[in-house]
């Protein structure tokens, strides 16, 4: 089975701290997503990676970056935590092509 | 503009029968692919669906079956014979192949779904 791992499933955080979110991804995908998850917008693409050290900028970057430094690891970091970055994060994979993508159980953030 | 369309307020559908999911989708790519995925109250998103752009015939899996209608954009989901555990939140999704480098996967808003008994 495929397997995507999200570092932690709950964190809480200080305005102005630097956090990083983890993710780990197990079946050698070459795509790398992250989303944020808010109520009443659904799923909003943050970046994804199609490749090693490769990235593009999805609908809503402003306020995070990302890094893909092993093809299995995709770092969100966020550089200075905000309130309005409280929410839910969610990592997917998935090969290039049809496939679809697999995500990891979610990390829900707050930020105070 | 959105690309994937999800405007049902939350759906309510009564144990053992069918209920349809509406999602219309916004994209001038001729090769694409359509999703669903189901999210239960514990948050895991689970693959459901999937639907080819130039795919012959609607894709089924088990109960769930894709009433794709290319025409008019739209493709929605079917559930037959609705469980209790089919109450979640339903997200259609769309990837465009021809998009430039590589393709990103497009989320509508999502649609709630409550299963009577």
């Known amino acids: 089975d495929v397997k995507v791992t999200q570092s932690s499933r709950y964190l809480v955080k200080r305005t102005g701290e630097k956090v990083f979110l983890e993710c780990v991804q197990d079946?050698?995908?070459?795509?790398m997503f992250w989303y944020r998850q808010d109520p009443g917008l659904g799923l909003r693409l943050i970046y994804f990676s199609y490749d090693v050290k490769m990235k593009e900028k999805g609908d809503i970057p402003e306020g995070y970056s990302v890094s893909r430094e092993k093809k299995e690891r995709f770092s969100l970091i966020l550089e200075s935590a905000s309130t309005n970055q409280t929410s839910m994060y969610l990592c997917?994979?998935?090969?290039?092509?049809?496939?679809?993508?697999?995500f990891g159980q979610g990390t829900r953030l707050t930020v105070v | 503009a959105q690309k994937i369309t999800q405007t049902q307020p939350g759906m309510f559908v009564q144990e053992k029968e069918a209920v349809t999911l509406d999602c219309t989708y916004d994209?001038?790519?001729?090769?694409?692919?359509l999703f669903w995925y189901k999210q239960p109250s514990s948050g895991e998103m689970i693959f459901l669906i999937y639907q080819g752009s130039y795919d012959q015939q609607n894709a089924t899996e088990g109960r769930y079956s894709l009433n794709f209608q290319k025409a008019r954009k739209s493709a929605n989901l079917v559930i037959s014979a609705s469980q209790l555990g089919d109450s979640a939140m339903y997200f259609c999704?769309?990837?465009?192949?021809?998009?430039?480098?590589?393709?990103?996967?497009?989320f509508g808003k999502g649609i709630t779904l409550s299963v009577r008994p």
């Open positions: 999704a769309m990837r465009e192949f021809n998009t430039g480098a590589n393709s990103k996967l497009t």
């Open positions: 994209t001038s790519d001729p090769s694409y692919g």
């Open positions: 079946m050698d995908h070459e795509n």
């Open positions: 997917a994979s998935s090969l290039e092509g049809a496939g679809s993508a697999f």
